[in-house]
C-alpha cells in the first residue's frame, strides 16, 4: 500500500523506522510519499523519490513528456501513486465485476508507522478497500507520558493541517485528470441526446456518471485523526469544498462535541458524513481528564447535543462485543456481531450503511444493536 506523511523520512531504511516520529524537517507542510509491503510478517516500507524513474513510470503507464523545448518534464512521485492505485482499482473492477473502493485513513494520538500499516492492512482484510494512510507525526511526545503526551500530539495534529490540505488538493487533481476522457465522452453523449434541453442534458450527463463511476472514494478518521480533520474545517484556506469523497467515517471521535455542528455542517461529500458513539469509550473518557477544565465532552463519547444537519449519527454503546473499545471497527466487536461489521463495510465502500438499523428519535442516533 502506499502511503502519505509529513513525517521525517529516513532514506535508506527499509522498515518502518523509514519513517520517524518527528515532523519533516523541511516543515510540517512537505509531504513524502512510501510505498509498503508485509513480507513474512514484516512490513517493508520504501521512501518513494520526488520524481518518478524511468522504472517507476513504466511500471503506472505514464507517459514521459518534453517541453517546447524538447526538455523532459519532471513527472511526481505523486502522479505514480495516483496512476499506479487506478490501475489497481481496475484490476479489481475487472475481476469482482463491482465498483472497488479507496479509502484514504487519517490515524489518531500515539500510533507509531507499524500500528498505522497494521490498522490500515486490518481495514483491507475486513472490509475490502484499497487504504492509503496520512500519517502525521503522531509520536506520543517523543518519550513524553500522559497528559504531556496527549497534548504534545494535539500540537502535531494542528501543524498537520496544512499537509493534510495539500494531500487532499492532489487526490482531487489527479481524480479529475483521470477521469477526464470520461467526462468528456458522456459530455459529448448529452449534447447529442439533449441539444437544446438543459435539464435533460443534467439528467442525461449525472445519470451516466453515476453508472460509469470506476471507484468511490472515503475517507475515515479515528480517535485525533477528528481533531486534525475539525481544525483542517475549520481553516481558512481549507480546500473542504472539493467534492472528493462519497463517504466520511469519523470513527470515535477526539473531537470537542460542543460547536461541532458549526464545522460538519461545512463538510462536503457525496453521500455521508458519519459520526460514531460509544458512551464507554475508556480512550475517550480518559482523554477527557488529560488537559483539565478546557477538554470538553469528546464528540465520540457523549450521547447529546448531537444537531447537525450534516451528519448520520450512529451509536455503538451496549452492542454486542463493544464494551468500552475505542476501536469497534476491529477485533472482538467485529468477530462478535455481524452488525457492526456490515456497518463500516457499506460504509467504507460508499454505501448507505443506516438502513435497518433502528432510529432514536430522541437523541437523533441510529442504534447498532
Known sequence: MFLITNRKVNEGKTGPDALGSKVNPKGPNELRLAEAEKVGGKWNVSILPDVCTPAMLKSAGIKQEKDEKGKIIPVPASKYVAYKSLLKLRAIKKRTKRAPALALFVHGFNNDVEAVLDRAQTFE??????????????????????????????????????????????????????????????????????????????????????????????????????????????????????????????????????????????????????????ENDIALRASRMKAGEEQQARLGHWPYNLESRRAVYVDFTGARGVGDSHAYFEGKPVEKNADIREFFTLALNGGVAEDGLDFDDARNTYRIG
Open 125 to 278: 482484510d475486513l472490509y475490502g478497500v484499497e487504504v492509503v494512510p496520512f500519517s502525521w507525526p503522531a509520536d506520543g511526545g517523543g518519550g513524553l507520558s500522559g497528559t504531556l503526551s496527549y497534548r504534545s500530539d494535539k500540537r502535531d495534529a494542528l501543524t498537520s493541517v496544512g499537509a493534510f490540505d495539500r494531500a487532499i488538493i492532489k487526490m482531487d487533481d489527479y481524480i479529475r485528470e483521470l477521469n477526464a476522457p470520461r467526462v468528456k465522452k458522456i459530455e459529448a453523449a448529452a449534447t447529442a441526446a439533449h441539444p437544446e434541453d438543459a435539464d435533460e442534458w443534467d439528467g442525461h450527463f449525472t445519470s451516466e456518471m453515476m453508472k460509469d463511476c470506476p471507484f468511490t472514494m472515503n475517507l475515515v478518521l479515528h480517535s485525533m485523526g477528528n481533531y486534525l480533520f475539525k481544525n483542517f474545517m475549520s481553516s481558512t484556506t481549507y480546500s473542504g469544498n472539493r467534492l472528493v469523497f462519497d463517504n466520511i467515517v469519523m470513527a470515535a471521535a477526539d473531537a470537542n462535541n460542543p460547536g461541532h455542528v458549526e464545522w460538519v455542517d461545512r463538510i462536503q461529500c457525496r453521500k455521508r458524513v458519519y459520526i460514531t458513539i460509544n
